[in-house]
């Protein structure tokens, strides 16, 4: 078995401290579960612990936000699609602080019984940032933050995790000879898995809090913390299976069978939507993206406001593919539509409107004023839908025009709307000028 860590220059850390031994365990474990290493993402957190990026040169690495490694895990695996019979395996290194700051995100992993593995570093205390007190120290425990002992008893982790439906979850202390064992079978487990290896801080938790490591196995056992595997349970089937079925009835509601026939396109295709918060304009792309759906095309949606919800601009980028869409980038969009003067701003800002990133299409209401060198058809989006519906006009005018699919998906797209919502949708569908009864011969977009 070829080793995945790379040790050649040694690992960066203070003479003493657990984290070496918990790198060693990860790649005894990544041989021994058998993982392709172009399947494994490693993501880690902030803190000493996010360090083994470099210790790991043949893998994907991922450095996050700290307390958000499980939460981007998460959306990496969900959004790795199911190719094959290869999907992708993060595996999560978190310390104190990407455990507790992110504990929610722990939280919900395990309830959705993702295909992730998370490796908790516990050393007690905050190692990188002075030696703070966490959620995990225990109580009593002096810390640079809490030198009279630590005033609140630790989280028990395993506890938590079992409360929200965890598939695995084991702990050991580190070094030991059972680490690697368990992660191994924790990455192997096709689900939600958590070890928590239990190690020393030399520089904080044994020179401040006077820990050794005889002192760490009195602990764990005076504490109550068991050793070994403490939860396992058989993986749950659902829609976040990586394997079981399409997703798409997950993402955009039951009753859509995709019909391939439906789609016009030969080559992956964007639309930019940009107006006011407000006036529903990244619902309107999501209608298009859910028709684009509909014709058996791939489809993937990103929005951008202010955090001030219902004031300011509302953006929304539309991708649809007749193959899997694996970049979501903007490169130099088909359509760009701007139905407000904050919508027609972050166009111009995104360098939409002219210059070599220029939409090929642009649309604009009447009532904006682009800059003088941006070539834009103007139309009175306004003022035949209203400001509320103008985004959906435009985007159901833009679309149809384009014939990217057959216009029979948009009814297969009311219906995943709202029972409330269908019958205005449609009206906006009938000012556009686009009928769903038959579909109108259209080229293919290549």
């Known amino acids: 078995m070829t080793a995945y860590l790379d040790t050649t220059n040694g690992q960066p850390y203070c003479k003493g401290c657990g984290h070496p031994h918990v790198l060693d365990a990860l790649d005894h474990a990544l041989q021994a579960a058998g993982v392709p290493p172009h399947r494994i993402a490693l993501v880690t957190d902030i803190g000493c612990v996010g360090l083994a990026d470099a210790q790991f040169p043949t893998l994907h690495t991922v450095h996050s936000l700290h307390g958000r490694a499980a939460a981007l895990a998460t959306g990496m695996q969900l959004a790795a699609g199911t190719d094959g019979d290869e999907p992708l395996k993060p595996v999560v290194l978190v310390g104190d602080g990407g455990s507790t700051i992110g504990l929610l995100h722990l939280v919900h992993a395990a309830q959705l019984d993702v295909d992730v593995t998370v490796l908790v570093h516990n050393n007690l205390i905050y190692g990188m940032t002075g030696g703070q007190h966490s959620g995990l120290t225990p109580h009593g425990f002096r810390t640079t933050t809490t030198p009279d002992g630590c005033l609140t008893p630790p989280l028990d982790l395993g506890r938590v995790l079992a409360g929200a439906g965890c598939g695995y979850f084991a702990r050991a202390r580190a070094p030991s000879n059972e680490l690697g064992e368990l992660l191994a079978e924790g990455i192997r487990r096709p689900g939600f898995a958590c070890v928590e290896a239990l190690e020393l801080c030399p520089t904080f938790a044994a020179r401040i809090g006077g820990m050794t490591g005889k002192g760490l196995r009195e602990m764990t056992s005076e504490g109550g913390l068991a050793m070994g595997v403490l939860e396992r349970r058989e993986p749950r089937a659902g829609p976040v299976r990586r394997g079981n079925g399409d997703p798409a009835p997950a993402l955009f509601g039951a009753g859509?069978?995709?019909?391939?026939?439906?789609?016009?396109?030969?080559?992956?295709?964007?639309?930019?939507?940009?107006?006011?918060?407000?006036?529903?304009?990244?619902?309107?792309?999501?209608?298009?993206?859910?028709?684009?759906?509909?014709?058996?095309?791939?489809?993937?949606?990103?929005?951008?406001?202010?955090?001030?919800?219902?004031?300011?601009?509302?953006?929304?980028?539309?991708?649809?593919?007749?193959?899997?869409?694996?970049?979501?980038?903007?490169?130099?969009?088909?359509?760009?539509?701007?139905?407000?003067?904050?919508?027609?701003?972050?166009?111009?800002?995104r360098g939409l409107l002219a210059g070599p990133l220029a939409a090929h299409r642009i649309v604009c209401d009447e009532s904006l004023e682009p800059p003088a060198e941006a070539h834009v058809e103007r139309a009175p989006l306004r003022k035949r839908h209203g400001g509320a519906a103008a985004a959906l006009g435009a985007v159901l005018e833009a679309v149809d025009a384009a014939g990217w699919f057959d216009p029979r998906a948009w009814e297969v797209a009311i219906q995943a709307r709202p029972e409330a919502q269908r019958?205005?949708?449609?009206?906006?569908?009938?000012?556009?000028?686009?009928?769903?009864?038959?579909?109108?011969?259209?080229?293919?977009?290549?």
């Not at 019958?423 to 290549?446: D, F, P």
């Open 256 to 349: 859509i069978a995709p019909e391939p026939t439906w789609s016009r396109l030969q080559r992956p295709v964007q639309l930019v939507v940009a107006g006011r918060a407000g006036e529903r304009v990244q619902s309107a792309a999501k209608l298009a993206a859910v028709a684009g759906a509909a014709a058996g095309l791939g489809a993937t949606l990103r929005t951008d406001n202010p955090v001030t919800q219902g004031r300011g601009f509302s953006v929304a980028e539309l991708t649809l593919s007749p193959e899997a869409v694996r970049y979501t980038g903007l490169d130099r969009p088909d359509i760009a539509i701007a139905t407000a003067p904050e919508g027609l701003a972050q166009l111009a800002q």
């Open 423 to 446: 019958a205005s949708v449609r009206r906006t569908l009938a000012k556009a000028g686009v009928s769903v009864r038959a579909a109108r011969g259209r080229r293919s977009c290549g």
